[in-house]
């Protein structure tokens, strides 16, 4: 039995089903749930929810939902003890990306996140695959499911800015997905997304991460400071990653009343993932993949070494900047600016 056969298994004579998102959920774990509602409908699911924690902030992610119309509900909003079974997608943990308790146990779960699983009906965990809309669409694919314009449009949405906008790392299935959701995808609905604008926010937070960078050798750690945005940090990153010389970096800040990191590399010698739970593991909830990772820490003792926003930010900078460049055996005598 396939793969997509038993995920169709385990949602027979099912009556609901909440589909959870990671916190903060960008286009490939929205897509993912979209694809899982469309599968569950076509198995006569007869109530069938999506639903997130944290924000969904970052200015394509709102476009995303907005211009495709992706009915999406926050957890608070949401009972999961209403739903017969429940759907992770594009994570594989409560507790650790997501606000649900860690004695949720989902019946469902679909990720490319290497990493610890819950023990689901149905798992499905690859992380040879550069993006979970993948697997979605070899589910659908093979399940024969109806493609509609607006999924097709999510999904490839979802799989370029997973892996083939950036060209890092993606593998030949995002091609071959990609090739088979295309022809139904509205072109210039996907267009209207890569010209969504920035936040005045998330401006000023990546101000922030260019004025704050640090640099030592080929690796760079910036802050963006205290910030509403959660994801103006990878943004912030992924910009970084443009400066001459640099292939490395951790950009943080303070989200919400804990700090948050995101990380990218395009040097082969470095795990991202690894470094992140090397460095920062005994903190709190971190981890990913080689070429981008993210965590969260909980500010804990952090907030009591300090008195005010500034000094916070100061206190938590050298700790961080201190703890990532002797992971990846960098002095300061190694600076690069």
């Known amino acids: 039995m396939s793969r997509a056969a038993e995920l169709a298994t385990a949602l027979e004579d099912v009556a609901s089903l909440a589909i959870v998102c990671h916190d903060n959920p960008d286009p490939d774990c929205l897509a993912s749930a979209l694809a899982l509602e469309t599968i569950a409908d076509d198995r006569g699911v007869g109530d069938v929810a999506i639903t997130y924690g944290g924000e969904i902030s970052h200015q ?59 023990d689901a009906d149905f798992t499905d965990v690859r992380p040879s695959y550069g993006a979970t809309a993948t697997l979605f669409v070899e589910y659908l694919d093979d399940l024969e499911v109806p493609l509609t314009t607006r999924l097709a449009s999510a999904l490839l949405f979802a799989l370029h800015r997973e892996r083939l906008d950036f060209v890092r790392e ?26 969504s604008a920035f936040s005045p926010a998330t401006i000023d937070a990546i101000g922030r991460a260019i004025a704050s960078r640090e640099q030592r050798g080929s690796s ?31 950009s ?25 739970r090397d460095a920062f593991g005994d903190l709190g909830a971190v981890g990913g993949h080689h070429d981008m990772a993210g965590g969260r820490i ?26 990532f460049f002797e992971v990846l055996n960098l002095d300061e005598g190694a600076n690069g600016l």
């Open 252 to 276: 943080y800040g303070i989200v919400n009343g804990s700090i948050r990191m995101s990380g990218r590399s395009i040097d082969p010698r470095i795990h991202m993932g690894e470094t992140l």
């Open 60 to 118: 394509q992610n709102r476009a995303f939902v907005n211009v495709l119309e992706i009915d999406v509900e926050p957890l608070e909003d949401v009972s999961l003890d209403a739903y017969e079974s429940i759907g992770f997608v594009d994570h594989s943990r409560p507790g650790a990306n997501t606000e649900i308790p860690a004695a949720v146990e989902p019946d469902i779960v679909v990720d490319h996140h290497p990493g610890e699983t819950v």
């Open 220 to 250: 760079l750690v910036a802050s963006v400071g205290r910030t509403v945005e959660t994801d103006a940090l990878p943004q912030a990153a992924d910009y970084l990653l443009n400066v001459e010389g640099v292939n490395t970096v951790l």
């Open 298 to 323: 909980e500010l804990g003792l952090f907030a009591d070494e300090a008195d005010d926003d500034e000094e916070l930010l100061e206190f938590v900078s050298a700790r961080l900047s201190r703890r």
């Open 170 to 195: 993606p593998t030949k299935r995002e091609y071959e997905a990609a090739l088979v959701v295309y022809p139904k995808a509205d072109l210039e609905a996907l267009e209207r997304l890569y010209g």
